[in-house]
């Protein structure tokens, strides 16, 4: 069964606006971390933020953060004042914690930033 | 700090070869885990070591293998290659076990084409 949803294939932005990339997870484990890694053209896989199921509050890394809502199983990545270096594929990501280090992705979202 | 090191960056092979592919973790990272990456599927989880111990297996046949060495570099082999093996396979690394704020860091993947 698939674990993480990512509903949006393709997403638009106009540089210097904010976007919002959409992810659900589903898990029974009640201790887990959402990740979402960004993937540009080059291929390699970035690491941009994390979210603890026990956090309190919304992860923030700079212009990336992580809107947190446990009992919908939401965590979408907001991106504010967009850039053009923001154009990649964006992945969500869970690990649970009764699976170690084994983090599943999901399908990606294509974010294109258009000048 | 060095970075998580995949060698080769590319490779071409024929159909029935067999190939391994090498990965070399983050100084003090003792968690390696791979994944095949296509267009069709996205990010599939291959298998995860941990101190040389095979901790977590995706859903791959037995063609795909690894291994990790005591130093944590890990090896994967792909025997009697198929076409649809043509990937780009990351490997990537992490410092701590469970739960945990480390995600992972990737190398730039080994982009494997079969012909």
């Known amino acids: 069964a698939q674990k993480i949803t990512q509903t949006q294939p393709g997403m638009f932005v106009q540089e210097k606006e904010a976007v919002t990339l959409d992810c659900t997870y589903d898990?029974?484990?009640?201790?887990?971390?959402l990740f979402w890694y960004k993937q540009p053209s080059s291929g390699e896989m970035i690491f941009l933020i994390y979210?603890?199921?026990?956090?309190?509050q919304n992860a923030t890394e700079g212009r990336y953060s992580l809107n947190f809502q446990k009992a919908r199983k939401s965590a979408n990545l907001v991106i504010s004042a967009s850039q053009l270096g923001d154009s990649a594929m964006y992945f969500c990501?869970?690990?649970?914690?009764?699976?170690?280090?084994?983090?599943?992705f999901g399908p990606g979202t294509s974010l294109s930033v258009i000048p | 700090k060095a970075g998580v090191t995949q060698t080769p960056r590319y490779l071409i092979k024929t159909r029935g070869q067999q190939v391994t592919l090498s990965c070399s973790p983050i100084?003090?990272?003792?968690?390696v885990s791979w994944y095949q990456q296509t267009p069709g599927q996205g990010l599939q989880f291959l298998f995860e070591?941990?101190?040389?111990?095979?901790?977590n297996k995706g859903n791959f046949p037995g063609r795909f293998s690894g291994r990790q060495f005591s130093n944590s570099r890990s090896e994967m082999n792909v025997s009697t290659l198929e076409l649809g093996d043509s990937a780009l396979y990351l490997c990537?690394?992490?410092?701590?076990?469970?739960?945990?704020?480390?995600?992972?860091?990737f190398g730039s993947g080994t982009r494997l084409t079969v012909v």
């Open positions: 898990t029974s484990d009640p201790s887990y971390g």
């Open positions: 990501a869970m690990r649970e914690k009764t699976s170690y280090d084994k983090v599943i």
């Open positions: 100084s003090g990272h003792r968690s």
């Open positions: 070591y941990f101190s040389e111990t095979q901790r």
């Open positions: 979210q603890g199921s026990y956090d309190q």
């Open positions: 990537a690394s992490s410092f701590a076990q469970g739960n945990s704020s480390y995600g992972y860091t």
